[in-house]
């Protein structure tokens, strides 16, 4: 039944009334007048500018575009057991924009679906009562008044989805109780957004018991900053679900606060006035950062992690594949400690909290349990390039009871020179303390690489004078003619631990040079240059590289006749030095320098020619080296200062080959070289963080092997190829190859 807008209302709109399964429909051209719909009516808008519109009792509301203008006083929309489905409406009213009520528990609630609209109210933009549900899609919903609230649950529920506001200028959504203590008191968003301007998020108060729900990059905004509060001996649970917050939880008045992210995120604290209860579990990769005092139960599992901004007390903390991390590791200076009542851990040491400390002062992070502590559990922590004052009073750990266990992660922890282990030992006043053990102390990464830095110029040298020497096979070739050479080579160097640090250098090089006979002696004077490059390799994952860029001028003579011969060079060499450190908390130090070098050598011998083409070549050679020192650090602070490092090689040996004529005026001479080698420096110091000194040692005998073969392809054309092993007590030279050619003028 349809009855016409013959009616007035006191304050003078005219009203049209829809009852008993009877509908009608509006659009652009009804004038606009306030509706009420009862009884099983049915009013289908379109395109229409109404007035307020009331449905009651099992009807239905439909609107597909609509403006609708609250009455002074009164409501926009109200929805009172009843069903309604709005899109592209806007709805304003100084009360509320839009109710969504119950008429009695018998009757039930009301369902309202909105999508692409505008609600506002000057009160509230929105109110669900009891068993009422109402839905949002990309809606806004405004509190407009200056005690605005969004949406004011009174036992209702509230699902709002992707691109839907719900904003109050003093609170996003507030959470009560319906009068009769009935209904879902939820609220589910699902990439939506409440804020409260100058409020807080979600308030709940007065005693109720409500649920909230964020998934999928849902936002919380407040301008107290309180993204949700809870007062008034309330309860809630809000889980995070794959959704970042930054603001701060308030649990106060009495009220309990079960807060549960889930692949969520939030920057803030968690505030729990004394009287009331909180629990925060963290699961599925979530991260929190902020302040959990007072809260009583902690749980930080599977991937989890908990980052401290402050000094907290927690009463239980259970981690099962979590972590909690001592403060943030890019803000220096900044110690805490946690008070745990029990700990409670799994028993496969997945389980990690994550310390750091200025250990140079002695000022670290500190785990203390005062009750039982259960588990396994892994302590990283942050490495140090500075040196540790006291690593004996550097307790991490105490736990008053328990069987826990607790060990490094890597198994050490790098500070500065050395690195150390963990020990545990019964504590001053009971209980269990673990501290760094100085008992356990070896060299650390950071001081290993810079003593290899520092060493490996000297073997460096090694390879690039090798390449050098092996042209003497084609000056026999040719009488000594002027010519150009070049030549590329490769080798690896072992160096030992008693050497003052172990390390393998790989290196690889390229050499150019000419020379040229002066007149018609048996002199040739050239100069030679080329580039190579080191990379060593150390435990723990750290790395060198020394890039050498070198030149020099060197002579020779040979007499013709007799087979004597004299080989000089004088070789300058500037290296670019790099450390790459990995340290024991999986992080990675690094420092540079660049220095010179100068070196010298000279080799005497004589090529005495046998039988059949047989020669032997008996020879002697001195070398000497100097590298500059330098002093600088690797960028976790760690200093270093090597001193001028020095070498003076003695060797002596002989070479044994024959010519054969292989065809066409080639020639091949296949040779072996054996030779006895002696490094006489045995001092080259290297200072580590200005108190640690260490002595680089290369010194001692080795011998070295040798083979190769030079062609001569024609009077012009020379090429070779060399093969080289050493073996000593302080270093090995597993191979060495060299490749090379030679064209004369």
Same mark, same amino acid.
């Given at each position: 039944m349809?009855?016409?807008a013959?009616?007035f209302?006191?304050d003078?709109?005219q009203?049209?009334?829809i009852?008993?399964?009877?509908?009608?429909?509006?659009d652009? =051209?009804?004038a606009?007048?306030?509706?009420?719909?009862?009884?099983k009516?049915?009013l289908?808008?379109?395109?229409?500018?109404?007035?307020s519109?009331t449905?009651?009792s099992g009807?239905?509301?439909?609107i597909?575009?609509?403006?609708?203008?609250?009455?002074?006083g009164?409501?926009?929309i109200?929805?009172?057991?009843?069903r309604g489905?709005?899109?592209?409406?806007?709805?304003t009213?100084d009360?509320?924009g !839009?109710?969504?009520?119950?008429?009695?528990?018998?009757?039930?609630? *009301?369902?309202?679906d909105?999508?692409?609209?505008?609600i506002?109210?000057?009160?509230?933009?929105?109110?669900?009562t009891?068993?009422? =549900?109402?839905?949002?899609?990309?809606?806004?919903v405004?509190?407009?008044?200056? /005690?605005?609230?969004?949406?004011d649950l009174?036992?209702?529920?509230?699902?709002?989805s992707?691109?839907?506001?719900?904003?109050?200028q003093?609170?996003g959504?507030?959470m009560?109780?319906?009068?009769d203590?009935? &209904?879902?008191r939820?609220?589910?968003?699902?990439?939506?957004?409440?804020?409260?301007?100058? $409020?807080?998020?979600?308030?709940?108060?007065r005693?109720?018991n409500?649920?909230?729900?964020?998934?999928?990059?849902?936002s919380?905004?407040?301008?107290?900053?309180?993204l949700?509060d809870?007062?008034?001996?309330?309860?809630?649970?809000?889980?995070?679900?794959?959704?970042e917050?930054?603001?701060?939880?308030?649990?106060?008045?009495?009220?309990?606060?079960?807060l549960?992210?889930?692949?969520?995120?939030?920057?803030?604290?968690?505030?729990?006035?004394?009287g009331?209860t909180a629990?925060?579990?963290?699961?599925?990769?979530?991260?929190?950062?902020?302040?959990?005092?007072?809260?009583?139960?902690?749980?930080?599992?599977?991937?989890?992690?908990?980052?401290?901004?402050?000094n907290?007390?927690?009463?239980?903390?259970a981690m099962?594949?979590?972590t909690?991390?001592?403060?943030?590791?890019?803000?220096?200076?900044?110690?805490?400690q946690?008070n745990?009542g =029990?700990?409670?851990?799994?028993p496969?040491?997945?389980?990690?909290f994550?310390?750091?400390g200025n250990?140079?002062t002695?000022?670290?992070?500190?785990?203390?349990?005062?009750?039982?502590?259960?588990?396994?559990f892994?302590?990283?922590?942050?490495?140090?390039?500075l040196?540790?004052?006291?690593?004996?009073?550097?307790t991490?750990?105490?736990?008053?009871?328990?069987?826990?266990?607790?060990?490094?992660?890597?198994?050490?922890?790098?500070?500065?020179?050395?690195?150390y282990?963990?020990?545990?030992?019964?504590?001053?006043?009971? $209980?269990?303390?673990?501290?760094?053990?100085?008992?356990?102390?070896?060299?650390?990464?950071?001081?290993s690489?810079?003593?290899a830095l520092?060493?490996?110029?000297?073997?460096? !040298?090694y390879?690039?004078a090798?390449?050098?020497?092996?042209?003497m096979?084609?000056?026999?070739?040719?009488?000594?003619?002027?010519?150009?050479?070049?030549?590329?080579y490769s080798?690896?160097?072992?160096?030992?631990g008693?050497s003052g640090?172990?390390y393998k250098?790989?290196?690889r090089?390229l050499?150019?040079?000419?020379?040229?006979r002066?007149?018609?002696?048996?002199?040739?004077?050239?100069v030679?240059?080329g580039? *190579?490059?080191?990379?060593?390799?150390?435990d723990?994952? =750290?790395?060198?590289?020394v890039?050498?860029?070198?030149?020099?001028p060197?002579?020779t003579?040979?007499?013709?006749?007799? $087979?004597?011969?004299?080989?000089?060079?004088?070789?300058?060499?500037?290296?670019?030095?790099?450390?790459?450190?990995?340290?024991?908390?999986?992080t990675?130090?690094k420092?540079?320098?660049?220095?010179?070098?100068?070196?010298?050598?000279?080799?005497?011998?004589?090529?005495?020619?046998?039988s059949?083409?047989?020669f032997?070549?008996?020879?002697?050679?001195?070398?000497?080296a100097?590298i500059?020192g330098?002093?600088?650090?690797?960028d976790?602070?760690?200093q270093?200062?090597?001193?001028h490092?020095?070498?003076?090689?003695g060797k002596?040996?002989?070479?044994?080959g024959? /010519?054969?004529?292989?065809?066409?005026?080639a020639?091949?001479?296949?040779?072996?070289?054996a030779?006895?080698?002696?490094?006489?420096?045995n001092?080259?110091?290297?200072?580590?963080?200005?108190?640690?000194v260490f002595?680089n040692d290369?010194?001692?005998?080795r011998?070295?092997?040798?083979? $190769?073969?030079?062609v001569?392809?024609s009077?012009?054309?020379?090429?070779?190829?060399?093969l080289?092993?050493?073996?000593?007590e302080?270093?090995?030279?597993p191979?060495?190859?060299?490749?090379? &050619?030679?064209?004369?003028?």
């Amino acid at each position: 039944m349809f009855v016409p807008a013959f009616s007035f209302f006191g304050d003078g709109v005219q009203a049209a009334v829809i009852v008993d399964n009877t509908s009608r429909d509006i659009d652009a =051209t009804t004038a606009p007048i306030d509706y009420l719909v009862r009884n099983k009516g049915v009013l289908n808008v379109n395109g229409a500018t109404t007035r307020s519109i009331t449905i009651r009792s099992g009807s239905t509301l439909n609107i597909n575009g609509a403006t609708v203008v609250g009455n002074p006083g009164g409501e926009g929309i109200t929805v009172t057991s009843s069903r309604g489905t709005i899109n592209q409406a806007t709805v304003t009213s100084d009360d509320i924009g !839009l109710a969504v009520n119950r008429s009695s528990i018998a009757a039930g609630g *009301s369902t309202v679906d909105v999508s692409n609209s505008q609600i506002r109210g000057d009160v509230f933009g929105a109110q669900v009562t009891g068993l009422s =549900t109402l839905s949002l899609a990309n809606t806004q919903v405004t509190g407009t008044g200056s /005690n605005g609230i969004g949406a004011d649950l009174l036992g209702g529920a509230l699902n709002a989805s992707a691109g839907t506001v719900i904003t109050g200028q003093a609170t996003g959504v507030r959470m009560v109780n319906d009068t009769d203590n009935v &209904g879902a008191r939820s609220l589910s968003l699902d990439n939506a957004t409440v804020q409260g301007v100058n $409020g807080s998020a979600v308030l709940v108060d007065r005693g109720t018991n409500a649920t909230v729900n964020l998934s999928n990059g849902a936002s919380l905004l407040a301008g107290n900053n309180l993204l949700l509060d809870v007062q008034g001996a309330s309860t809630a649970a809000m889980t995070v679900g794959n959704s970042e917050l930054q603001g701060d939880i308030n649990i106060a008045g009495n009220s309990t606060g079960n807060l549960t992210f889930d692949q969520g995120r939030m920057t803030g604290d968690v505030l729990v006035e004394n009287g009331s209860t909180a629990n925060v579990t963290l699961q599925n990769s979530s991260q929190f950062t902020g302040r959990l005092d007072k809260v009583n139960g902690v749980t930080v599992n599977s991937g989890s992690i908990w980052t401290l901004t402050g000094n907290d007390t927690v009463g239980t903390l259970a981690m099962n594949g979590g972590t909690v991390r001592f403060g943030a590791q890019d803000v220096p200076n900044t110690f805490y400690q946690l008070n745990v009542g =029990t700990l409670a851990g799994s028993p496969d040491g997945s389980s990690t909290f994550a310390m750091k400390g200025n250990f140079a002062t002695g000022q670290h992070d500190f785990l203390n349990v005062t009750g039982v502590a259960t588990g396994q559990f892994g302590l990283l922590v942050t490495a140090s390039g500075l040196d540790a004052l006291n690593p004996q009073q550097l307790t991490l750990v105490h736990t008053a009871a328990g069987d826990a266990q607790f060990a490094l992660r890597g198994g050490r922890v790098d500070l500065g020179t050395w690195s150390y282990d963990l020990a545990q030992r019964p504590g001053e006043t009971g $209980g269990t303390e673990w501290f760094l053990d100085p008992a356990t102390q070896v060299i650390s990464p950071g001081a290993s690489a810079v003593l290899a830095l520092f060493n490996s110029p000297i073997t460096l !040298l090694y390879g690039e004078a090798s390449s050098l020497r092996s042209r003497m096979g084609e000056l026999r070739f040719n009488g000594g003619q002027s010519g150009a050479w070049a030549r590329t080579y490769s080798s690896q160097y072992n160096v030992s631990g008693r050497s003052g640090v172990a390390y393998k250098q790989k290196q690889r090089g390229l050499s150019l040079g000419a020379d040229a006979r002066l007149n018609d002696s048996d002199v040739l004077v050239g100069v030679m240059g080329g580039f *190579s490059q080191s990379d060593l390799n150390l435990d723990h994952g =750290t790395s060198g590289t020394v890039k050498s860029y070198y030149f020099g001028p060197y002579v020779t003579w040979m007499d013709r006749y007799t $087979g004597y011969y004299v080989d000089g060079l004088l070789k300058f060499n500037q290296f670019q030095n790099e450390a790459k450190v990995g340290l024991s908390d999986g992080t990675r130090a690094k420092g540079d320098y660049d220095n010179w070098g100068v070196s010298a050598s000279v080799e005497a011998g004589r090529h005495i020619k046998l039988s059949n083409d047989y020669f032997i070549e008996p020879f002697v050679q001195f070398s000497a080296a100097q590298i500059q020192g330098k002093r600088f650090s690797l960028d976790n602070d760690m200093q270093a200062d090597g001193d001028h490092a020095r070498s003076l090689l003695g060797k002596v040996g002989t070479t044994f080959g024959r /010519n054969f004529d292989i065809g066409n005026g080639a020639v091949a001479q296949p040779y072996v070289r054996a030779a006895i080698a002696n490094e006489f420096v045995n001092n080259n110091k290297v200072k580590v963080n200005e108190s640690n000194v260490f002595n680089n040692d290369l010194s001692g005998p080795r011998a070295e092997l040798g083979a $190769g073969v030079a062609v001569a392809l024609s009077k012009k054309w020379q090429v070779h190829v060399d093969l080289d092993y050493s073996n000593g007590e302080h270093i090995e030279q597993p191979f060495g190859v060299s490749l090379g &050619g030679r064209y004369s003028f």
